[in-house]
Structures are given as C-alpha cells and as structure tokens.
C-alpha cells in the first residue's frame, strides 16, 4: 500500500515499537533512562493541542522538550507524553519595537545568531545548545545577567496550550498572575510555543575572559573574586569552575564576558584585577564575536554526560564552605566540578516580587556536577552528603531549579515563598495536574 501524503498529519508519534523510540526518548543527561508512552514530534501550535488532548483523553502526564538539556532530565517521564519542540525554531526579531519572536523549540545558538545581525541579543545561557525554552521559564543566567538580569526578565509574552487544550496568550496586561509564574516556575501550566523576549543591544564584539589558575590558589581566588564581586560593574560578569579530571587533575578557571568601553582604564582598574586573582597558568582571554564566547564551552560538553548534580544559592561564601567542598573534591572517586556564578547588577535590582524567578539578594549560585561511572551509588552517596553539608551556609535553603535536584525536598524548599500563588494558578490553569514534571505542587 502507499503512503497517503494527502492525509499525512503534520505531527509524528513515536511509540515504543518505532524504530526511533529508543533514540528520541534521550536527554542531555545519559543517566537519565525513561520510558514516555508516546512522544510527539509537534510543527505547529495545531498539533501541541492535538498532543495535549490526547494525554487527556488517555489520563496521561505530558511533558515538554524544548531543547532536552535540563540535567535532572525534566522533559521525559515514564509513561506520560512527550510533547517534543525541536521542530518549532521560527524566530523573528522586529527592529523597531525591539521584540523577538521565538518558537519554543529554538536553541541559544540559533536565537544569537539571527538578533547578532542586527546588533541586538536576549541575555541567555552560557552554553550555545541549550534549549531558550527550558532556559527561560526557569530563570536563565547569562553572561549578560550582570548588565540585564535573567532570561526569563526579557520574557514580554508568551502563547501557551494549557492542560485542557486552549491556546492563550499571556503578558503583563493580558494574564498578570500567570505572566508572574511564568517567568521562573514556567514549565507547570501548560506549553509554551512561543516567546515574546525584548532585546537589549549588545556589540558583536565583546571581550571573553578566560584564565586558567592552579588549584593550589583556589582559597586565595575566591576570596579576591569576591571583593571583586563586591565592587563588580554591571558591564562584567563572571564564573569561576573548579574541575577534576578522570586523572584527578585539579584546576580552576574564571570565565566572563565584559560588554563595556575598552580604554586604559578599563583595562587596569575592571579587567586587570580578575586576570591577576592568582598568579595564572594560562590566559585566553581575547575579543571575539559574542556569539563565539556563546559557544566557546559547548565542545566540552555537547554530546551529553552521565551525571548527578545539586546546586544552591548563597548570600555568603563562609570560609567553612570553602573548606567543605576542597575536603569533597579530594574524597571524590570520580570527575567533579564546581561551578561558581557570581551573582551581581541588575539581576538583583529586579523586585522579588516581579517575577517568580523570586532570588534577588544572593551572591552566588554553586552547580556540583559529578559524572556517573561504573558505580552511580557511589556518585549519588557523595553528592547528597556534600548537599547535606553546605545546606546550613546557603540562602534559605533554594537551589536553581533549572539544575539538577535530588528530591522533592529542595523543590519545596526552592518554593517555599512562592508556594500558596503558584498552586493557585494551578487550579486555574491545570488542575488535573498533567504538567508534573517539574515539581509537585498539587497530587
Ligand atoms: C550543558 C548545559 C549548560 C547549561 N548552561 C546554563 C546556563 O548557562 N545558564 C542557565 O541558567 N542554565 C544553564 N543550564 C541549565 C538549563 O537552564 C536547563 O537545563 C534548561 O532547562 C534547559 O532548557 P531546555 O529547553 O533544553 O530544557 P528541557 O530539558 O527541554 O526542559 C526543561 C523543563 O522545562 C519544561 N519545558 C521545556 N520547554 C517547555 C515549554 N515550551 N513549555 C512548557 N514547559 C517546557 C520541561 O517539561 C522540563 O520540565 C545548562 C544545562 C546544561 C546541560
């Protein structure tokens, strides 16, 4: 028999006897190893509520892949739908109202490089492959967080199917206390197919810092990066990432992006101190595209690891956490790494209350990924006792939850503040709780 095109459906499911099952139900994390009942290759805002509807009609969980990379694998689920995004990337920038227009299913790099053209950008994340989707309904820090804030701050609208099959469209005016949730707890009330981000200018070129120091300064680096943070413009931003390689080889490196005026000055007084916070093994700092820094760490990461991680925010980096973490480093059996966000400028000049995006006064954000090899309880045993021990030093408990977790405690944790509002709208607009994914905030 043939193929009957005239009445093929623009959308494709992929059960578990197809024979791209297996492949299409993998995320970033390779730990990760799920069943989904169906997964729904969706083109069209049509077949988003097609997919929608069917989960309803079959008492199914639905979750949604915009790029896959969330390390707790959040976008698939045993036995619910999979409502995959990938084919919807549409993005269009309007040059006059300064308003790009991004389908759900687009990647950081392919949003940087179409709003680059014309000297604009959305402060996304700092890895090229991630998914702006996932990014920016959970928060999305950037290196342009000091200058602009959040991802999910440039978000001015969005269309969304919610859990009974309607399409809506929410922004400041239309839908005010969803508008709220969806920037920061957006992945709990429907689909979003679409974005609405206003844009910032940001210069083609920029300057990408990037220097390499030994770990045996890493107490005296962070404590200089620190003042430095204290005194930090908004026009730099900066990581600094501890690693330990399968050969156990330790080394630190700081990471940033500074998109302001280059003169002698700048360069003694801003740039200068955060190259010098130890003597440094190797400097590669330099002017490069801004979308080439987007990209710059992708290759070390792309192809998905095995891992297990944590992450929480602090107010304070107290010496006793310092010490924490080199004692874990060094117990480790397996390759680990400390990521350091510093966390400054207009990121935390936005009001608590704007956005549910609520962590406005920390300092830093710490991501502990640990790579999963032959013995995964090993891994998941030190993971959490490290958890267990900076819990006492962080900022109110709350971890970024667009990393990886453990349990359900730190997502109630992360929420707790926020908790009566978002089950509110989660009566309102999914009641029969399809979009469970990301946290349980009704049963
Ligand atoms: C290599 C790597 C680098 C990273 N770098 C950064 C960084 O620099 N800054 C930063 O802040 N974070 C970073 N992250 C974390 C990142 O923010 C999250 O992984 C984010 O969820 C990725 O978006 P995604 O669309 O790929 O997520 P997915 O895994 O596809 O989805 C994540 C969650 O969002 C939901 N969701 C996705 N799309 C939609 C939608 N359209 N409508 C409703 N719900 C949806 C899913 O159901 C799921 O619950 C990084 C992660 C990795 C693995």
Request: aromatic letters at 10%; a negative charge; proline letters at 3%.
């Given at each position: 028999?043939?193929?009957?095109?005239?009445?093929q459906?623009a959308?494709?499911?992929?059960?578990?006897?197809?024979?791209l099952y297996?492949f299409?139900?993998?995320?970033?994390?390779?730990h990760?190893?799920?069943?989904?009942?169906?997964?729904f290759?969706?083109k069209?805002e049509?077949?988003?509520?097609?997919?929608?509807?069917y989960a309803?009609?079959?008492?199914?969980k639905?979750?949604?892949?915009?790029g896959?990379?969330?390390p707790?694998?959040?976008s698939?689920?045993?036995d619910?739908?999979?409502?995959?995004?990938?084919?919807?990337?549409a993005?269009?920038?309007?040059?006059?109202?300064?308003?790009?227009t991004?389908?759900?299913g687009?990647?950081?790099f392919?949003?940087d490089a179409?709003?680059q053209?014309?000297g604009l950008?959305?402060?996304?994340?700092?890895?090229?492959n991630?998914?702006?989707s996932?990014?920016a309904l959970?928060?999305?820090?950037?290196?342009?967080?000091g200058?602009?804030?959040?991802?999910?701050d440039h978000?001015?609208g969005v269309?969304?199917v919610?859990?009974?099959g309607?399409?809506?469209?929410?922004?400041?005016?239309?839908?005010?206390?969803?508008?709220w949730?969806i920037?920061?707890?957006?992945?709990?009330?429907?689909?979003?197919t679409?974005?609405?981000?206003?844009?910032?200018?940001?210069g083609?070129?920029?300057l990408g810092?990037?220097?390499?120091?030994d770990?045996?300064d890493?107490?005296?680096?962070?404590?200089?990066?620190?003042?430095?943070?204290q005194?930090?413009?908004?026009?730099?931003?900066?990581?600094?990432?501890?690693?330990?390689s399968?050969?156990?080889?330790?080394?630190?490196?700081?990471?940033g992006?500074?998109?302001?005026?280059?003169?002698?000055?700048?360069?003694t007084?801003?740039?200068?101190?955060?190259?010098e916070l130890a003597?440094?093994?190797?400097?590669?700092?330099?002017?490069m595209?801004?979308?080439?820094?987007?990209k710059?760490?992708d290759?070390?990461?792309?192809?998905?690891?095995?891992?297990?991680?944590?992450?929480?925010?602090?107010n304070?980096?107290?010496?006793?956490?310092?010490?924490?973490?080199?004692?874990?480093?060094?117990?480790?059996?397996?390759?680990?790494?400390y990521?350091?966000?510093?966390?400054?400028?207009k990121?935390?000049?936005?009001?608590k209350?704007?956005?549910?995006?609520?962590i406005?006064?920390?300092?830093?954000?710490?991501?502990?990924?640990a790579?999963?090899g032959?013995?995964?309880?090993?891994t998941?045993?030190w993971?959490?006792?490290?958890?267990?021990k900076?819990l006492?030093y962080?900022?109110?408990q709350?971890?970024y939850?667009?990393s990886s977790?453990?349990?359900?405690?730190?997502i109630?944790n992360?929420?707790?503040?926020?908790?009566?509002?978002l089950v509110?709208?989660k009566?309102?607009?999914?009641?029969?709780?399809l979009?469970?994914?990301?946290?349980?905030l009704?049963?």
């Amino acid at each position: 028999m043939g193929h009957d095109f005239l009445n093929q459906k623009a959308s494709q499911k992929i059960e578990g006897n197809h024979p791209l099952y297996h492949f299409k139900r993998k995320v970033w994390n390779t730990h990760i190893d799920r069943y989904p009942a169906a997964i729904f290759e969706c083109k069209s805002e049509e077949d988003v509520i097609d997919a929608v509807c069917y989960a309803k009609k079959h008492g199914l969980k639905i979750t949604v892949r915009g790029g896959g990379f969330h390390p707790a694998g959040k976008s698939v689920m045993d036995d619910a739908v999979l409502i995959d995004l990938s084919n919807m990337n549409a993005i269009q920038v309007d040059e006059v109202s300064k308003i790009a227009t991004v389908e759900a299913g687009a990647r950081t790099f392919e949003v940087d490089a179409i709003t680059q053209e014309y000297g604009l950008a959305i402060p996304l994340g700092m890895n090229s492959n991630i998914g702006v989707s996932g990014l920016a309904l959970g928060g999305g820090l950037g290196y342009l967080r000091g200058k602009y804030g959040l991802t999910s701050d440039h978000i001015v609208g969005v269309h969304l199917v919610t859990g009974d099959g309607q399409l809506i469209y929410v922004n400041r005016i239309e839908r005010p206390e969803l508008f709220w949730a969806i920037r920061g707890a957006g992945a709990n009330y429907g689909v979003v197919t679409k974005f609405e981000f206003k844009l910032v200018p940001v210069g083609q070129l920029i300057l990408g810092l990037d220097v390499v120091y030994d770990y045996s300064d890493f107490k005296q680096i962070m404590e200089k990066a620190e003042a430095y943070r204290q005194k930090a413009i908004d026009d730099i931003s900066f990581n600094i990432i501890l690693t330990k390689s399968n050969t156990g080889f330790k080394s630190v490196r700081v990471i940033g992006m500074y998109i302001g005026e280059l003169n002698l000055q700048t360069e003694t007084e801003i740039i200068q101190p955060l190259l010098e916070l130890a003597p440094s093994v190797t400097d590669y700092s330099e002017m490069m595209p801004y979308v080439d820094m987007q990209k710059k760490f992708d290759c070390f990461i792309q192809d998905g690891f095995a891992i297990e991680g944590i992450s929480l925010f602090f107010n304070e980096l107290h010496p006793d956490v310092i010490e924490i973490l080199m004692d874990e480093v060094d117990r480790s059996e397996f390759p680990v790494s400390y990521h350091f966000v510093e966390i400054h400028g207009k990121m935390n000049r936005i009001s608590k209350f704007e956005t549910a995006f609520h962590i406005r006064d920390a300092s830093y954000l710490l991501v502990v990924e640990a790579e999963v090899g032959s013995h995964p309880d090993l891994t998941e045993q030190w993971i959490y006792q490290l958890y267990e021990k900076l819990l006492p030093y962080s900022y109110n408990q709350v971890s970024y939850l667009n990393s990886s977790t453990i349990d359900e405690g730190v997502i109630q944790n992360s929420y707790r503040c926020i908790h009566g509002r978002l089950v509110a709208l989660k009566k309102e607009y999914d009641s029969e709780n399809l979009f469970c994914s990301e946290n349980k905030l009704i049963d």
